[in-house]
Structure formats: structure tokens, C-alpha cells
């Protein structure tokens, strides 16, 4: 089924960048649409951000939702389905999901990232309620407590250092005889004395009940099982992008990423991309916002030239009513 109607954009995705972005270019009046698998993607397993600008302490759904309240204020449409294919025909953008077709004249790719998991019985019962992806985000939530960390090389090794900051007591679990080559990231990690190496030990399963109380792993020689008694279970072993789908039409780097430039412009004019499924190495809610108006202030100036309108933003205030720019030699100055 193709819907004839051609919006202004279309916005991939419905996490923090998807729903800023879509904030944004429907409060700029383009009639925006927001496909997405769900809505508030990664923040809705975020119990508690405690780094969001404005908020000391809110859950990521509660986040989640009053962006999606604010979008929707201005006019934006929001549909759950999945994008499989981005296709260019002349100047609109053909975007394909499981149930249908949606055209629009500029996209915003937003669908984020995807935290590579363990595989093991009780990991999606326990997520966001003692099974976290994000030491950074979470490890302050597990002050005096016992955690386990799934994790290895440098990158495990400065989570380790950050855990031992905040838990009483870290199971490092990873499947080699070293954790990390580094000595001195190592060092760090060990130099509280809470942290307990397991090494040749795998992830077997995660146990609780209301929240996480237990971590069944396993020694990989032995075929031994040790029951863990945790609060938590950190699981940092890289995020995956599925962005298969785009391979020959986006540039993607090695990992995957979508290759972004600073106006957040793909290599397909009219095609944007923000937050967590860019090349941007800092994977942050108030990053992958501040992305998504970006994106959304590059696509109105696309669309608005597409369209033939001199309407080029450069900045909001611009468009507001009442407001003049005066010269003085003390340089431009406001005046409401
Ligand atoms: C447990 C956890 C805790 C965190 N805590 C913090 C914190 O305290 N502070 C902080 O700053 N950051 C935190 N982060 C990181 C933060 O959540 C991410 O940086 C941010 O959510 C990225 O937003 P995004 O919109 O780019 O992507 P995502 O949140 O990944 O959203 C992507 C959206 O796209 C949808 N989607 C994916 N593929 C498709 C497709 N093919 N078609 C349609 N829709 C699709 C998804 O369903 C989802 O809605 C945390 C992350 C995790 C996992």
C-alpha cells in the first residue's frame, strides 16, 4: 500500500532523537512523520538519568514521554512499524516498513543503536531492573552494592574502574585469561581490592524476582557453575547499528555508523541522521537531542530550497514575531 501523501519529512526512529528532531521541524510547520519499532527506544530500559540538563533525577520514559507530548503539541504523527528500505525517486525519498510505503521530500535517521546482549534466560525479564548496558549511566544507582561486570579488553577494564567507585563488591566475568593488556587501566581497575577476576567465565543465567538478586555463570574449562549474589549485572560488550539495510546508498563506517557531517547531512542530499546510529562517539541522551535539532534545522533549510522558499533558518530566534535586530557599534543586538 502507497499512501499518496508526501510529507515534509519523515523521521526514522522514535528515541530521544527521532522525537527532538520531530520536535523541532514540526514546530517549523512541516507536516512530520515519526516511523518507529517503539517509542523512546534505549532510554525506556534508563531507570534513572541523572545527566539530562534540566532534571536531577527522571526516568527515561518519563523523559521520553514529555518530548513526545511536546512534539505532538506541534502537529507531529507518530506510526509503530518498522523501516526496512530507503529508496530515492527524483526528488522524494521512497521509506519502506513491513505494512507499507510513506513518502516524504527529506528523512531524518534516527533508529539508534542496539546494545549487544548476552543471550541467556533472564537477561530481557531483568533488563532495566538490574541488568543495565550502560556502566556510565547506571553505576552511581548501585552505590554500596554487588554487581557483576561482563565485559573485557580496555573498555571493560575502564568499566571496572568506574564500577569499583560505587559497588562494594564487582564480579569481573570475562571469557580469556586477562581481562585487559593495559597494566595501568588494570591497575586502576584492581586498586580497591573489590574487584574479583573470573576469568575463562561465561554468562549462563540471570535469576531474581522482582529485580535482579542472582548471576549464574560459568567456567568455560571446567564446565563449573558458580551462582553469583548480585543486585546487578553490567553487560558492556559493544553495540550493535542494524543499519544492513541502508549498506550502498548511506556511507557507514566500520562499524556500521552512519557517517554524519557537523550539520548532521548524510552523502545523500536530503537525507539526515542523528544521535546514536551516527559516527558521533559519544553515545548520550542530551547528545543524540541536541543531534536531532541539528538535523531537523538542516532538513527545514533542504526542504525550504527544495521547495523554492528564500525561508532559510539559521537561527529560531529569527522566526519570532516581534523580535528586531538593531546595529549598534557594540555589534548586533535583540530587541523584543
Ligand atoms: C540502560 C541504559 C541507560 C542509559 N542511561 C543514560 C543516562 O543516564 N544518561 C544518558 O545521557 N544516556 C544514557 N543512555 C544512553 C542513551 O539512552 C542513548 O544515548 C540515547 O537513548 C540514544 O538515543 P537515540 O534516539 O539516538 O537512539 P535509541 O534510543 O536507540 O532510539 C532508536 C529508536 O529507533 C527505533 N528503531 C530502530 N530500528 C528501527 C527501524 N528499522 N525502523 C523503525 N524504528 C527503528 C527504536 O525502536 C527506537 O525507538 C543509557 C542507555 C542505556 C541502554
Redesign the pocket.
Known amino acids: 500500500m502507497v499512501l499518496a501523501m508526501v510529507r515534509d519529512v519523515i523521521i526514522?526512529?522514535?528515541?530521544?532523537?527521532?522525537?527532538t528532531a520531530a520536535l523541532y521541524t514540526s514546530r517549523q510547520k512541516m507536516s512530520t512523520l515519526v516511523?518507529?519499532?517503539?517509542?523512546?527506544?534505549?532510554?525506556l530500559?534508563?531507570p534513572?538519568?541523572?545527566?539530562?540538563p534540566g532534571f536531577l533525577s527522571i526516568s527515561?520514559f518519563d523523559l521520553i514521554k514529555k518530548i513526545e507530548e511536546q512534539a505532538k503539541t506541534y502537529g507531529t504523527e507518530i506510526i509503530f512499524?518498522?523501516?526496512?528500505g530507503i529508496e530515492k525517486r527524483d526528488n522524494h525519498f521512497i521509506i519502506k516498513?513491513i505494512s507499507g510505503s510513506y513518502e516524504a521530500l527529506s528523512v531524518i535517521l534516527?533508529?539508534?543503536?542496539?546494545?549487544r546482549e548476552m543471550g541467556v534466560p533472564g537477561e530481557q525479564e531483568f533488563k532495566?531492573r538490574g541488568v543495565?548496558?550502560?556502566v556510565i549511566?547506571?553505576a552511581p544507582l548501585y552505590r554500596g552494592k554487588k554487581v557483576a561486570l561482563v565485559s573485557w579488553g580496555h573498555h571493560g577494564a575502564e568499566n571496572a574502574a568506574l564500577l569499583k567507585d560505587y559497588a562494594d563488591k564487582v564480579y569481573w566475568i570475562f571469557p580469556s585469561d586477562k581481562p585487559a593488556i593495559e597494566e595501568d587501566i588494570l591497575a586502576e581497575a584492581l586498586s580497591k581490592g573489590n574487584v574479583e577476576l573470573l576469568p575463562r567465565t561465561v554468562p549462563r543465567i540471570v535469576k531474581g524476582d522482582k529485580k535482579v538478586t542472582n548471576f549464574v555463570v560459568k567456567n568455560k574449562d571446567t564446565g563449573e557453575l558458580k551462582e553469583l549474589e548480585v543486585d546487578g549485572v553490567f553487560v558492556e560488550i559493544g553495540y550493535i547499528t542494524?543499519t544492513e539495510?541502508l549498506r550502498g546508498f548511506i556511507n557507514l563506517n566500520d562499524e556500521g555508523e552512519i557517517i554524519i557531517d557537523d550539520l548532521c547531512r548524510t552523502n545523500q542530499e536530503g537525507i539526515f541522521a542523528?544521535?546514536?546510529?551516527t559516527n558521533m562517539p559519544y553515545?548520550?541522551?542530551?547528545?543524540?537531542a541536541g543531534q536531532?535539532s541539528i538535523a531537523a534545522l538542516s532538513a527545514y533549510n533542504y526542504v525550504m530550497r527544495l521547495k523554492g522558499k528564500k525561508h532559510i533558518v539559521k537561527a529560531d530566534w529569527k522566526h519570532i514575531k516581534g523580535i528586531k535586530k538593531e546595529k549598534s557599534d557594540k555589534g548586533l543586538f535583540l530587541k523584543i
Do not use: H, M, R
Not at 534513572?48 to 539530562?52: A, F, G, R, V
Not at 534516527?110 to 546494545?115: I, S
Open positions: 526514522v526512529g522514535a528515541g530521544i532523537a527521532g522525537l516511523i518507529s519499532a517503539d517509542l523512546g527506544g534505549q532510554l530500559i534508563a534513572e538519568i541523572q545527566n539530562y527515561g512499524d518498522q523501516v526496512t516498513t534516527a533508529f539508534g543503536k542496539t546494545p532495566g543495565s548496558y550502560c549511566c547506571d542494524k539495510f542523528a544521535g546514536d546510529v553515545k548520550q541522551a542530551i547528545i543524540a536531532g
